[in-house]
């Protein structure tokens, strides 16, 4: 059996996030801003995406790492053709016991029954507001906040375990907070606020444009009753309420206000196979080249091994205690959420 790996702050490697893809349809100002990600960005070349055999062989050697739990993101995973294809391989591998997929939901009515099919359950769709002018704003595509609920209609019709997320940011959508939760208590679908984070170079981030768990949570308090409900797991992310009166949850992400790196335990693969052991990371460590230079299996683990064994991130708790200086941050499109 093998011994749990760990990171210098005794963080044990137990989840993996695997960015399928760079590109988007969205332009959210908070992830891919229109005039930073314009008509000449140059998006990852197809020969350095990694494959589905690839990334099947790499979650392989992660699970026999002790990862258990794997996240499909982007970009937008669902631009990737035949997503599906590669969830009937992931599910497949032995010591994976969930996988999940983040996705803008756009494409939801016509994937979900194939992602289904191949035996994904649990889906986080990101809606920011109800409200078309709003949401139009700032997906920055124009796109109606009624494409993405359609999407969750279909997805809950199917069966999908579904979480909501919200990134909540000031002047742009805090008066959506109560009629988005109204909207899925109602539905019994859990809502999970984000807190807009400082990822990448080009969001314009500042922290006064961040709305806190504090000020979401006293907002909420006014209508509805919310009990805390205690973490099911260790290293789990959200901060999690239920209404007294209605069977359905909320959450927190709390990245900014209430860090959570004491008990990060995951990696992130980006779309070209590089891992980075944190969403703040300026640096990535290339395991394509492994994959594709005819590497072992071995040789391939011990380098995620001493990549993990070294590590000691722990941005937000750093800059909780406004020790960080400016960075040359990956982006959140590249790496995924
Ligand atoms: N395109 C998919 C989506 O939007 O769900 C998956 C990738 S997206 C990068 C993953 C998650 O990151 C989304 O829920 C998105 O809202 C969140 N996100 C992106 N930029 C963020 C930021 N600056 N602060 C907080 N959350 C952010
Ligand atoms: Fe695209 Fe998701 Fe980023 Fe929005 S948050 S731009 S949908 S990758
Ligand atoms: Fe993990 Fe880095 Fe986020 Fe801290 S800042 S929780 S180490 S990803």
């Not at 907002?219 to 009166?245: C, H």
Request: proline share 2%; net charge positive; hydrophobic share 40%.
């Amino acid at each position: 059996m093998l011994k749990t790996v760990q990171d210098t702050l005794k963080r044990p490697l137990q989840d993996l996030r695997i960015s399928v893809t760079d590109r988007c349809n969205f332009r959210c100002e908070y992830c891919m801003p229109a005039e930073v990600f314009g008509p000449d960005h140059s998006f990852l070349p197809k020969d350095q995406v990694l494959t589905f055999e690839e990334i099947e062989r790499l979650a392989a050697l992660f699970a026999d790492l002790g990862v258990k739990k794997i996240r499909l993101t982007g970009g937008e995973p669902l631009l990737r053709r035949d997503i599906s294809e590669l969830i009937n391989k992931l599910i497949n591998i032995e010591g994976i016991s969930d996988i999940g997929l983040t996705t803008n939901g756009i494409f939801l009515p016509k994937q979900a029954p194939a992602l289904f099919t191949a035996g994904l359950r649990r889906l986080n769709i990101s809606l920011d507001a109800l409200n078309d002018d709003i949401f139009k704003k700032m997906n920055g595509r124009g796109v109606s906040s009624k494409a993405v609920l359609k999407g969750i209609d279909t997805a809950l019709q199917m069966g999908f375990d579904i979480k909501v997320n919200m990134v909540v940011q000031k002047g742009m959508n805090e008066q959506e907070i109560l009629p988005m939760a109204k909207y899925f208590r109602d539905m019994g679908v859990t809502l999970r606020f984000i807190e807009f984070m400082d990822v990448g170079n080009s969001n314009g981030w500042n922290l006064d444009k961040v709305v806190s768990k504090k000020e979401i949570f006293q907002m909420l308090s006014k209508e509805f009753e919310l009990i805390a409900v205690d973490a099911s797991y260790y290293g789990e992310v959200a901060k999690r309420y239920k209404y007294k009166e209605k069977d359905a949850e909320i959450g927190f992400i709390t990245s900014v206000s209430e860090s959570f790196c004491s008990s990060c335990t995951r990696a992130r693969i980006s779309a070209d196979g590089k891992l980075f052991t944190c969403l703040f990371a300026s640096k990535g460590y290339d395991l394509k080249s492994y994959l594709r230079n005819g590497s072992t299996d071995d040789t391939i683990k011990n380098e995620i091994i001493s990549i993990w064994n070294h590590r000691s991130d722990r941005y937000s708790d750093l800059r909780t205690n406004k020790q960080l200086g400016t960075k040359d941050k990956i982006e959140m499109s590249y790496i995924g959420g």
